[in-house]
């Protein structure tokens, strides 16, 4: 048989063989992908709405705390309510497009998401109006009654979850016990804030709890502690995952333990007459942040469901791409057979061409073909790999030099325990800003703060504990400076901070922040211990000549003793 008719032959079989294939794979697999596509994108919807029902939700703490808040309003809460709701009001509006974005978008899900922002408006407007009055004349029906409002929003969300879940559920049955979870921890966060706000009035008027308030702890409670123990009952595929398990145990510390034991410290203060020590705001600001764990464990199961619902779509899409794949291949025999010459020869002189061009102007990140053949073509491009592979090793080098001296340069600047700027270096910028003062006759400001009865740490709890205070005590220092203003470790556990050029009000306003920070942050311990730790800061201003900076921070060390004789944890300038 002629070489050519062989050939032909070859190509008509390889052909046959490859459309065969491409039948099978391809009928059967189809109805896979695209259930798996479905799956997908579904659960994705239902990821979002649950992400607008959560900020729906936290948009309840910033207006309790308004609500329970005097006239005028603390510049602080008002900009927390204006955060969560455009929070709730981005969140609304991606799962907007994420609806729209779809093949066919759902009516009724699109007419929740209409229910909920025209009840959105209704209730933020009556909060403003009831916002705006003395806190005297909030009446406890009228704060239940604004309260109410933003929880009834939930459900309306909650609604178009289910329609989400509904349909992942029919393209995957397994996804549904995961989805079930995921709605109880939504639940439960749901509650959680019910429980909260049932303090809300109590807590404005700083009266005892109504006994229908006390009725719905109560109940609350039952209903958290059921919805608790659906969520751990090891029914999903995703009950061993280790993040799920630790999601759990971090919900059982931080909203079981710690979330709900401040919720009977204040029932426990109405029951007994006494004072609850906390307004709305307080009680919101310590409350919240501990129901996040909850959706730590939404956000886990959500995660497991998208995982094996990704799972799915890819092995559906690797089916398809082998049936792809061997059509390609078909071609490209076929093709191999008639171009070998071609194939062998002229492109490869081609791409060493090109890539000797590329060398030669300094350009490695491109590959270089490599070749096992034995022949002049196999040489050329073993050569060509091993020059950029010279070219490649020389640049590294130099790449690594360039690093070592930066890294040197920030090392001499930098504190090696709290990653801050260290003596030296607040010494040298200081003195410029100073001779700036100067020049200009501005004010110039010192702040220098140490942390109080620091030596007990070191002897209660070890050196480590202590290098882990001075760290956690850098990063809240530094978290509530602004940019531009100098922050550095002056030696043992005293700071200094120098603002931007301002006045004593400022700069005393500055070290509020970060007495407030330092005393209101908890810090763990790497053996479980909490601790808390306080500072005592002192302040020193100056302007024109007299901005010299050995004299500013003498004066400033001298009101930090002030401050230290006076009972630590405060201010002195």
């Given at each position: 048989m002629?070489?050519t ?16 294939m491409?039948?099978?794979i ?11 596509r479905?799956a ?5 919807l239902?990821?979002k ?6 900020k ?6 910033p207006v309790?705390g308004m609500?329970?808040d005097?006239l005028p309003h ?5 900009d927390?309510l ?7 009001d981005?969140?609304?509006a991606e799962?907007q ?7 066919a ?7 929740a998401?209409?229910?909920v922002r025209?009840a ?30 933003m ?7 909650m609604e ?11 393209s995957?049955p ?6 079930l979870?995921?709605r109880?921890?939504?639940?439960l966060?749901e509650?959680?804030g019910r ?5 809300t ?6 009266t ?9 702890i ?8 059921q ?13 061993g995952d280790?993040?799920?398990?630790e999601?759990?145990?971090?919900m059982e ?5 710690a ?6 410290e ?5 029951h007994?007459?006494?004072?609850y020590?906390l ?14 764990s909850?959706l730590?464990v ?10 094996q619902a ?6 559906a ?5 082998l049936a ?16 070998i010459?071609r194939?062998?020869v ?14 030669s102007?300094?350009d490695?990140?491109s ?31 130099e ?15 930098t504190d090696?325990l ?20 100067r ?16 030596k007990?740490v ?9 290098d ?11 978290r ?5 203003e100098?922050?550095a ?32 942050e908890?810090?763990?311990l790497?053996?479980?211990h909490?601790?808390?730790?306080t500072?005592s ?6 302007s ?11 004066a ?9 004789a006076q009972?630590?944890?405060?201010v002195?300038g």
């Amino acid at each position: 048989m002629k070489l050519t008719r062989l050939f032909a032959a070859s190509i008509a079989i390889l052909a046959l063989l490859s459309s065969i294939m491409l039948g099978r794979i391809l009928w059967g697999e189809w109805n896979n992908y695209s259930n798996a596509r479905v799956a997908l994108r579904t659960l994705q919807l239902v990821q979002k709405s649950m992400l607008a029902a959560e900020k729906l939700s936290f948009e309840r703490g910033p207006v309790n705390g308004m609500l329970g808040d005097a006239l005028p309003h603390q510049a602080v809460r008002v900009d927390k309510l204006a955060a969560a709701r455009a929070a709730s009001d981005r969140a609304l509006a991606e799962l907007q497009l994420a609806i729209d974005a779809g093949p066919a978008p759902s009516a009724s899900a699109l007419a929740a998401l209409h229910r909920v922002r025209m009840a959105l408006a209704s209730a933020r407007g009556n909060i403003d109006l009831l916002a705006k009055l003395p806190r005297e004349e909030r009446t406890p029906e009228a704060l239940v009654a604004a309260v109410e409002q933003m929880f009834a929003l939930v459900p309306i969300v909650m609604e178009a979850v289910n329609e989400f879940s509904r349909s992942s559920e029919q393209s995957y049955p397994q996804f549904s016990v995961i989805l079930l979870n995921a709605r109880y921890a939504v639940e439960l966060r749901e509650y959680a804030g019910r429980l909260g706000s049932q303090l809300t009035a109590a807590l404005t008027a700083q009266t005892p709890l109504s006994a229908d308030a006390q009725r719905q702890i109560l109940f609350l409670h039952g209903r958290i502690e059921q919805l608790r123990q659906l969520i751990k009952l090891p029914t999903s595929s995703a009950a061993g995952d280790p993040r799920l398990l630790e999601a759990i145990r971090n919900m059982e510390l931080h909203y079981f333990q710690a979330g709900l034991t401040l919720v009977d410290e204040m029932v426990s203060a109405s029951h007994e007459g006494r004072p609850y020590g906390l307004d709305t705001g307080q009680f919101a600001e310590r409350y919240v942040p501990e129901m996040a764990s909850i959706l730590t464990v939404r956000d886990v199961l959500l995660s497991a469901s998208l995982e094996q619902a990704r799972a799915a779509d890819g092995t559906a899409r690797r089916e398809l791409l082998l049936a792809c794949l061997t059509g390609a291949l078909t071609v490209l025999v076929l093709t191999l057979l008639l171009l070998i010459l071609r194939q062998r020869v002229i492109l490869p002189l081609l791409r060493a061409t090109r890539a000797l061009v590329r060398l030669s102007k300094g350009d490695l990140s491109s590959e270089v073909p490599s070749s096992p053949r034995r022949d002049e073509v196999g040489d050329l491009l073993r050569a060509l790999v091993a020059l950029r592979a010279g070219a490649i090793e020389r640049q590294h080098l130099e790449v690594e030099r360039q690093h070592l001296i930066e890294e040197l340069k920030r090392s001499a600047d930098t504190d090696y325990l709290t990653g801050i700027l260290n003596r030296r270096a607040f010494t040298a910028a200081g003195n410029l800003r100073a001779r700036s003062a100067r020049e200009q006759n501005l004010s110039l400001t010192v702040i220098v703060f140490d942390i109080d009865h620091f030596k007990s740490v070191n002897d209660c709890y070890g050196h480590d504990a202590g290098d882990q205070v001075l760290i956690r005590v850098a990063e809240l220092a530094r978290r509530e400076l602004r940019e531009g203003e100098i922050l550095a470790r002056y030696g043992g556990e005293e700071f200094v901070v120098m603002p931007v050029y301002c006045d004593l009000a400022a700069a005393r306003a500055v070290a509020e922040r970060m007495r407030r920070a330092i005393e209101a942050e908890p810090l763990p311990l790497a053996d479980g211990h909490i601790l808390r730790v306080t500072a005592s800061f002192g302040i020193a201003v100056a302007s024109g000549s007299d901005s010299a900076l050995d004299s500013l921070f003498q004066a400033a060390d001298l009101a930090l003793y002030r401050a230290k004789a006076q009972g630590r944890n405060r201010v002195e300038g």
